[in-house]
């Protein structure tokens, strides 16, 4: 398909347990960016990537929160040590470029028991 | 911390009814976007807007900068039932940021 496409659709793990998601984004967008979206809340940024630039990191909400992009395809977004608190949907969005529109996968329901 | 705070929290409308829906910031964006989220989707962009004062249109919805830059609103008019979503505004933090800042959301419900 030509859209962003995320996996798994749906985790479910226990606490202190490493979970890794996994983002294909458009081809041929340079950049890729993380979200997380709590229950009935907003979107919050966690983590972008352009190009072969450094990734701005400024959102990710603890050192167990990484991200890592191989060129310009596929990301994946890992958490260690999973607490209860980051059950969420973890949503990936790709772009052309700087500050081009955004398009959304439909996101992974993380739950963490 | 900066905030994004949309009104209503969510309606609950007859189909054929318009829609009016508001975003509010304490501080001042220069890019205003309204996204709509479908359950089990991620969000889809509607209208980007890049101007105080502009007023634009995407079929049935139109949205408006405000003047002051710290606000937004949405319209959307004679509502049909393929509407019901959540609609978020969103914007860059700061001009060129690359990362989107989004508010709290709109749950619209269109009653048949």
């Known amino acids: 398909g030509a859209g962003v496409s995320q996996s798994p659709s749906n985790k479910v793990t226990e606490k202190g347990k490493d979970v890794e998601l996994r983002c294909d984004p458009i081809?041929?967008?340079?950049?890729l960016y993380w979200y997380r979206q709590r229950l009935g809340q907003g979107l919050e940024f966690l983590i972008y990537?352009?190009?072969?630039?450094?990734?701005?990191k400024s959102g990710l909400p603890s050192d167990r929160f990484s991200a890592e992009r191989t060129g310009e395809s596929v990301s994946t977004l890992t958490i260690q040590r999973t607490q209860q608190e980051d059950s969420a949907v973890y949503l990936c969005?790709?772009?052309?470029?700087?500050?081009?529109?955004?398009?959304f996968g439909p996101g992974t329901r993380l739950l963490v028991l | 911390g900066q905030q994004l705070n949309q009104s209503p929290q969510s309606m609950f409308i007859q189909e054929g009814e318009d829609v009016s829906m508001n975003c509010t910031s304490s501080?001042?964006?220069?890019?205003w976007l309204w996204y709509k989220q479908e359950p089990g989707e991620g969000p889809v962009l509607l209208i980007a807007?890049?101007?105080?004062?502009e007023l634009t249109s995407n079929g049935r919805l139109t949205a408006q900068f405000g003047i002051t830059r710290k606000d937004s609103f949405l319209n959307i008019s004679a509502s049909i039932p393929s509407d019901v979503g959540i609609y978020f505004c969103?914007?860059?933090?700061?001009?060129?940021?690359?990362?989107?800042?989004f508010g709290t959301g709109t749950r619209l419900t269109v009653i048949p």
């Open positions: 969005a790709s772009s052309r470029g700087l500050a081009e529109t955004q398009y």
């Open positions: 081809s041929g967008h340079t950049a």
């Open positions: 990537f352009q190009g072969n630039s450094a990734p701005d």
């Open positions: 501080s001042i964006f220069n890019t």
């Open positions: 807007l890049y101007k105080a004062g």
């Open positions: 969103a914007g860059p933090l700061q001009t060129g940021a690359n990362n989107l800042f």
